[in-house]
């Protein structure tokens, strides 16, 4: 364990590097997985859209059957009357049968052109699903590279994440477990750097101007001294330390000459 408080802050803000990088590379995860998400969505609703056309074009194949058969039936039907005209001997029936052979007549013009209806919505339907299957097939292509890509960088992204854990755990265990602790219940909360240098008397956490009581406290290092706006823990960069120290000293100096 570290025997000053500045070694303690030292372990801790190397701790803490590693930490901000993990915060990073979650994020970075976070993003890719959404990109990978988003690319197979988009597949997944062309795939869809796919099989409402194919629904869509079973239906219209299975009415034209039906009315292909209904014109045979007619066809059929006429022709059984003409059949029967063609034998009748009375004047009464060979017109009742014009009659009904004009009506199956109307009805198959009716059927016919029915059928022409379906043909044309055919075509049409045929020419979207072959468009609907291009887009699908131009889109898994061009999104598979995209993918590899991305899942090569989870990968990566992963091994570095494992790196920086065990990295991590051997600092850890050298830490001070009361300091650590206090500085990982202040991480959790702001997810950002919590151990910050004071600054020409300014927290580099919140950038508000503290006493100069403070900076001394701070200075003094007997304790965690925490910034009262935002409750990051402070600490004297070196430079700002040493300068002070070999001023103190300089001074002294000065003041023995004398
Ligand atoms: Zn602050």
């Not at 997944?44 to 299975?62: A, H, I, P, T, Y």
């Not at 061009?142 to 994440?161: F, M, P």
């Not at 406290?217 to 600490?235: G, M, P, T």
Request: net charge neutral.
């Amino acid at each position: 364990m570290p025997e000053t408080l500045s070694d303690t802050l030292k372990n801790i803000l190397e701790i803490q590097t590693l930490d901000m990088q993990m915060i990073r590379l979650v994020r970075v995860r976070k993003d890719r997985e959404k990109e990978l998400e988003q690319i197979r969505l988009l597949r997944v609703e062309l795939k869809n859209q796919l099989g409402e056309r194919e629904k869509e074009l079973d239906q219209l194949r299975s009415e034209t059957a039906f009315v292909e058969k209904k014109i045979e039936e007619e066809k059929l039907k006429i022709k059984k009357l003409e059949a029967q005209q063609a034998v009748t001997k009375k004047l009464e029936e060979f017109n009742s049968l014009t009659k009904e052979i004009t009506s199956s007549e109307r009805e198959k013009a009716q059927l016919s052109q029915t059928l022409q209806q379906l043909e044309e919505r055919r075509i049409q339907e045929e020419e979207l699903f072959a468009k609907t299957k291009l887009s699908l097939e131009d889109s898994t292509n061009n999104s598979k590279e995209l993918e590899q890509e991305i899942v090569k960088t989870i990968v990566e992204i992963n091994q570095e994440g494992s790196q920086l854990k065990a990295d991590r755990a051997r600092l850890a265990a050298e830490a001070d477990p009361h300091v650590l602790s206090v500085y990982e219940r202040l991480l959790s909360n702001k997810k950002d750097e919590v151990v910050v240098a004071l600054m020409n008397r300014v927290c580099s956490g919140c950038h508000i101007s503290l006493t100069a009581q403070h900076e001394n406290l701070v200075r003094r290092a007997d304790k965690l001294i925490f910034c009262e706006h935002c409750s990051r823990i402070h600490y004297l960069p070196e430079t700002e330390a040493e300068g002070e120290a070999a001023t103190t000293k300089r001074r002294r100096r000065r003041a023995l000459k004398t």
